[in-house]
């Protein structure tokens, strides 16, 4: 819906949108905001019980740019993904075994240079393949130095050569 601002927001994460010049994406502690900064117009974007169609979550904690154009959205249940051509917002959906991730806290959410979309929070580290619908935990295990540690991941970071960087706490 195009309306002003009830009340003030808290802002969480920004994203500069890459298929529409001056257009921000806001995600705050009640939804997902559009603000085109020529015409000052706001569009939002809030989460329905009853509308599939809508955000599974009105706190929006994280964005990450999709490969294919549009956005990842990282909310209190679950990602989400932004999809421009249509201007919706499509949940995912449990993969395999009722894993998914489309439940937990999504503090960060990455698309790595190979498609995977990678998923932190409280619950610690994830992997999504949008191609197959599979989805991961990535497990800590203290015996193999080369896996990650314990704990809360709360960003994703790809570096130049495509190593993957997390910052935990």
Not at 52 to 71: A, P, Q, V, W
Not at 129 to 155: F, L, Q
């Amino acid at each position: 819906t195009v309306e002003r601002l009830s009340r003030p927001l808290m802002v969480q994460c920004l994203l500069e949108d890459t298929d529409v010049e001056n257009v921000v994406w806001v995600g705050s502690n009640n939804g997902l905001h559009r603000w085109d900064r020529n015409s000052g117009e706001l569009v939002q974007y809030h989460h329905d019980p009853d509308d599939e169609t809508s955000l599974s979550n009105n706190l929006i904690r994280s964005f990450g740019r999709r490969r294919e154009g549009g956005f990842w959205i990282g909310t209190r249940n679950g990602v989400n993904r932004y999809d421009p051509a249509s201007d919706r917002v499509i949940r995912l959906s449990a993969g395999q075994g009722g894993a998914s991730p489309s439940t937990g806290f999504a503090a960060a959410v990455h698309q790595d240079r190979r498609g995977l979309l990678w998923i932190g929070g409280d619950f610690g580290l994830a992997r999504y393949d949008p191609g197959s619908g599979r989805y991961e935990k990535v497990h800590h295990s203290p015996d193999d130095p080369r896996t990650i540690g314990p704990g809360a991941v709360n960003r994703i970071h790809e570096d130049r050569d495509g190593d993957l960087w997390f910052g935990m706490k």
